[in-house]
């Protein structure tokens, strides 16, 4: 039986985090990845220090949207986890075709040469997100769990941020979603991975290969890209404190996420790939703790020691969710699953890290400037 493990998009952040702990435990691992510039940089040097020496690791540069790279990056494997995507929420808004092609026609080539080469693969795990749900679970006083549709851009012009009830209008709280939610895509990176988990779930059931898809929250932490603008808070807020420039936080800045720390992932999915509690199962994982994104800018300042005050600018994108956090009760039972990495002690370790990277762009326009004037000339962004 192959032991060799595939991690695709390995040389990204979670890919390399994931190598990191597979290694460490003792398996093999094979990294596919096409070096996108937006990511690693136009010189890529990704920080791979001594993991690259190991020869327990192997990298493939290759691409998920050719058919030929997954044949040969299939060869000799017996898991795989499909990392690689376009992860930009705001970015998918316009780079319509470049979203879909990386993401739902990478991923069907993959269960495409599955179903019709042979191989030896007996498990797949997806990296999805928790973008399916959209704005996921809420409270109403009145009608109890609710779903609320996607924010109108009436509403957002208005300045009415929070979500209403959908059946009685009234107002409702963010509850920690679980997987049976309703999925309601609000964006076109959300609905790429919608299609990614319907794609791995029917045909790896169809063809008998155990699968487990995982709802991932917001991924920090050490080896996230510092060079991509259009994904990454932390990262993004970051780079803006080192350069001195302002931090403007969207809407009223109380919008909220889920933080789960990269160490915690990488633990996850080896305990997906080592056991079977998780097979056939889509599961959410996150801190289960809801944060506001003005909270996330003060924690960052205090670390960097920046005695600024983050301003709230008003703006806003049209499909970014109000608020987001994950029930983790089923990872936890179905794989005993739970984060380790608070907050707190997860961002020390990240602003640790920035701290020995070069700081990325300092020009008039950095690159957090260019994504947002490429939203605003298409009408996605709003003051
Ligand atoms: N980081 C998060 O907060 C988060 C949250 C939810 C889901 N996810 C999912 O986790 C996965 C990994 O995310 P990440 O944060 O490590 O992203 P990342 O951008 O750091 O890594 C993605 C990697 O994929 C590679 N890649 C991109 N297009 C490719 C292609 N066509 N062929 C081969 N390789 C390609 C990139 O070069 C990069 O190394 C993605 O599927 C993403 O949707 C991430
Ligand atoms: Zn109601």
Redesign the pocket.
Known sequence: MAEKVLI????????LALARTLVGGGMTVRL?????PQ??GAAPQ?ELGTLLADDRVEVMR????NRR?WVSALHDVGSVV??????GTGQSMYRIGDYT???VL?TALLMDVLANDRHEVTKLV??????VYGEGAYQCARCGTVYPAMRSPSSLQAGQWEPICPCCCGPVHSVPTPEIAKTSPASV?AAT?LA?EDLVRIAASALGIPFLIF??????GEG??LH?PY??ILSIFSNRIRQRKLIALFEDGQESRDFVH?SDVADVVALGLMGDGGDGLIMNVGSGVQVSVETIARSLKREFADASEPVVSGQYRLGDIRHNYADISLVGQALGFSPQVPLEAGIERFVRWVKTQPIAEDGAEDGLDRANRELIERGLMKA
């Open positions: 695709t998009g390995g040389l990204g952040f979670i890919g596919l990845d096409n070096l996108s990511i690693h990704p290759g691409d998920v949207c790279d499909h990392l690689a995507a376009e992860t092609s990386t993401n990478g997806l990296a999805s997100s928790r973008a990176y991975k990614q709802r991932l929250q917001n991924v920090y996230q890209s991509n994904t990454g990269v």
